[in-house]
């Protein structure tokens, strides 16, 4: 089942969620790795001849319980099974999970997880996104990373969207599209500070009737069309 995304920058993202069948194998290769680690963490300490309750709570107990929080919070929303398996946990607006997502799924694991409940498995039979009852509380959903383009981009990029935005150029509503996607081809193909952009930064000036107030013409013209785009966002 896929879901589909529409960005503030009228982008459309397809994310493909996780199968049932591909969640549980990613579940079964992270049992067997945990399975594994205690084996190995007690045949240790008994190979070295330690009898501390304390060595078996922090060396073995807790690195195990807080295996899957760990691998999410610092391995980008995947455990070990899941890279095996090619899935991620993102939020279900494409976006990361923050911390109190990944805390918050991990906690829910005492609900969801087979050796307790099968309520994560009835939840993902009959959600549309496969999310168990942790994913629905924390709003993420696990995703199939085959054919999933990850988009990086500078969050400064997006404070157009924003209620507490204030436009700086109100001239930049006038601008058409064309013109607008002229400065953004622009602003990834030419260095900043370069004679390209000073043209550009000069030309634009000069239609918007405006004075540059930003320290370079790169930073003006970033700031035109953010400005355009939160006047195209009320329009919406």
């Not at 459309?12 to 680690?37: C, F, H, K, N, P």
């Not at 190979?47 to 980008?76: D, M, Q, R």
Request: proline share 3%.
């Amino acid at each position: 089942m896929s879901s589909k995304i529409l960005t503030v920058q009228y982008v459309r993202i397809e994310q493909t969620a996780a199968s049932i069948g591909d969640r549980m194998l990613a579940q079964i290769i992270d049992w067997v790795v945990l399975l594994s680690y205690i084996f190995f963490s007690v045949w240790f300490v008994e190979l070295l001849g330690i009898e501390s309750f304390w060595v078996i709570i922090f060396g073995t107990v807790l690195p195990a319980s807080f295996y899957t929080l760990f691998c999410e919070l610092f391995n980008g929303g995947q455990t070990l099974g899941k890279m095996a398996m090619k899935t991620r946990v993102v939020k279900a607006d494409g976006s990361t999970p923050t911390l109190g997502d990944y805390v918050l799924r991990w906690l829910l694991y005492i609900v969801d997880g087979p050796m307790t409940s099968f309520m994560g498995v009835l939840s993902m039979l009959v959600t549309k996104r496969t999310q168990r009852i942790g994913d629905l509380a924390a709003g993420t959903m696990v995703i199939k990373l085959q054919g999933y383009r990850q988009m990086k981009v500078d969050l400064d990029d997006y404070d157009y969207a924003m209620n507490g935005y204030t436009p700086r150029y109100p001239q930049a509503e006038d601008l058409t599209m064309e013109q607008v996607q002229t400065i953004v081809r622009t602003l990834q193909t030419s260095i900043p500070g370069s004679a390209t952009m000073e043209q550009l930064s000069r030309k634009v000036q000069e239609l918007m009737g405006v004075e540059i107030v930003e320290k370079t013409d790169s930073d003006f013209l970033r700031r035109v069309v953010r400005d355009f785009r939160h006047y195209a966002m009320e329009e919406i």
